[in-house]
């Protein structure tokens, strides 16, 4: 009986303290992304509110992540603002597109916030070949 009890206290604090699969190192994934559209779930946020937010924290700290900063965008929402393109940021079309990232079950693991980078580098003209290495870059960051 005794047993027992320790195992499922075990279970009970092996579930308790591991880390969400909607993370990864310690930012939101595709994993939270798709559960935000999930009706089952009782979010109090929708994709547009969510990423508005999110935008907003990574404005105030102006990139200043030092072990990734060489996986922002903001030369590219520069560049796209410049020439006048800023219509082709609408919310929607950056949801949309974000979600289609989302579709190929590898990418799951990528934060949000680099595949918003990732949206905003491919409206802003990016080759194919300087996209595929952005999440090359972003997948490693993400697996290690």
């Not at 303290?17 to 993370?23: G, K, L, N, P, V």
């Not at 999110?54 to 200043?64: A, C, F, G, S």
Request: net charge negative; glycine share 2%.
């Amino acid at each position: 009986m005794m047993k027992i009890i320790f195992s499922l206290i075990l279970i009970a604090a092996i579930n308790i303290f591991s880390q969400s699969e909607r993370f990864t190192r310690n930012l939101e994934n595709g994993y939270a992304w798709v559960r935000l559209e999930d009706p089952v779930l009782n979010f109090s946020t929708s994709k547009e509110t969510y990423l508005s937010s999110i935008l907003q924290r990574y404005r105030l700290t102006q990139e200043k992540y030092p072990e990734i900063s060489h996986l922002g965008c903001k030369n590219e929402i520069d560049k796209i603002y410049q020439t006048d393109e800023s219509d082709k940021m609408l919310m929607s079309n950056i949801i949309s597109e974000m979600d289609k990232f989302y579709n190929e079950e590898e990418n799951m693991i990528i934060p949000i916030i680099f595949v918003y980078c990732y949206t905003i580098k491919k409206i802003a003209g990016l080759s194919e070949a300087d996209l595929n290495d952005y999440k090359k870059a972003v997948l490693e960051f993400s697996e290690e």
